[in-house]
T-cell receptor, first 112, second 113 residues
Framework: GDSVTQMEGPVTLSEEAFLTINCTYT??????LFWYVQYPGEGLQLLLK?????DKGSNKGFEATYRKETTSFHLEKGSVQVSDSAVYFC???????????FGTGTRLTIIP | SAVISQKPSRDICQRGTSLTIQCQVD?????MFWYRQQPGQSLTLIAT?????????ESGFVIDKFPISRPNLTFSTLTVSNMSPEDSSIYLC??????????FGDGTRLSIL
């Protein structure tokens, strides 16, 4: 079945550091890929998405590229801020599947 | 994207009681889902709420414990029945229309004493 393997946390970075959170997946066909963010005390917000190979999703300075050859969708940001502190979830929806499959989540803390 | 309102936002309940969580969407949606997020964990799908018919439950979740209603395309309820401390979690409503991304409510934070 479908699965998502996400970088273990927690991750602690200094403000303005470069961020990478790794995400790889297993799925048949061509899934859609997503990054969601959960700020403290809130629900999940869609951060970005990509629906086909080589698509790049971007939002709020975050980027992720759908790499079919490596089955990856790594999240990156060039310069993180304290306000980026949150839990980040990688997820996929398989082609023809109604359900999302989530990774375990990565807790990110940015220190000033 | 759809605006999802979930009530209550949090509650503290006694063991053995039941709580009904409401999810209201500001527009008609195709799919509605209920998730559980245990402390420090990822999301686990409880069930897909089907309009006008019984919900479709995932393995490990049963209707007697988590009855779900969906009377129309904008509203659903999840009841957590006969609660125990192990039911202390965040319960999240999620919706999707067509091939659009799935969106989530802010969740209900439930603690059982």
């Amino acid at each position: 079945g479908d699965s998502v393997t996400q970088m273990e946390g927690p991750v602690t970075l200094s403000e303005e550091a470069f961020l990478t959170i790794n995400c790889t997946y297993t799925a048949t066909g061509y899934p859609s890929l997503f990054w969601y963010v959960q700020y403290p005390g809130e629900g999940l917000q869609l951060l970005l998405k990509a629906t086909k190979a080589d698509d790049k999703g971007s939002n709020k300075g975050f980027e992720a590229t759908y790499r079919k050859e490596t089955t990856s969708f790594h999240l990156e940001k060039g310069s993180v801020q304290v306000s980026d502190s949150a839990v980040y979830f990688c997820a996929l929806r398989g082609f023809g599947n109604e359900k999302l499959t989530f990774g375990t989540g990565t807790r990110l803390t940015i220190i000033p | 994207s759809a605006v999802i309102s979930q009530k209550p936002s949090r509650d503290i309940c006694q063991r053995g009681t039941s709580l009904t969580i409401q999810c209201q969407v500001d527009s008609q949606v195709t799919m509605m889902f209920w998730y559980r997020q245990q402390p420090g964990q990822s999301l686990t799908l409880i069930a897909t709420a089907n309009q006008g018919s019984e919900a479709t439950y995932e393995s490990g979740f049963v209707i007697d414990k988590f009855p779900i209603s969906r009377p129309n395309l904008t509203f659903s309820t999840l009841t957590v029945s006969n609660m125990s401390p192990e039911d202390s979690s965040i319960y999240l409503c999620s919706v999707r229309t067509g091939n659009q991304p799935q969106h989530f409510g802010d969740g209900t934070r439930l603690s059982i004493l």
